[in-house]
């Protein structure tokens, strides 16, 4: 959980069950995409090609969304 946190694919907030009582998942397309904007180390050009590729293919047209966030080094809001 605090790898995807880290990654910034999840928020995690404490409540009355503990450290990790609420959990905010993020579109995973959206986060993808601000990790190949940000060039994130790992990200690899042709995996991501491959990926938004297939999104098209499927129908899944959020992967092209226009998200005020996604711009370079600029964090994630709810």
Do not use: C
Not at 10 to 18: F, L, M, V, Y
Not at 21 to 28: A, E, G, K, T
């Amino acid at each position: 959980m605090h790898i995807l946190q880290q990654l910034r694919f999840i928020d995690i907030k404490p409540g009355k069950a503990g450290a990790i009582s609420h959990v905010l998942i993020w579109n995973p397309h959206y986060m993808i995409r601000w990790h190949h904007i940000n060039k994130t180390p790992g990200m690899l050009e042709g995996t991501y090609n491959a990926l938004l590729d297939r999104a098209i293919e499927l129908g899944a047209n959020d992967i092209l969304d226009e998200v005020p966030w996604l711009t370079p080094k600029v964090e994630p809001t709810a």
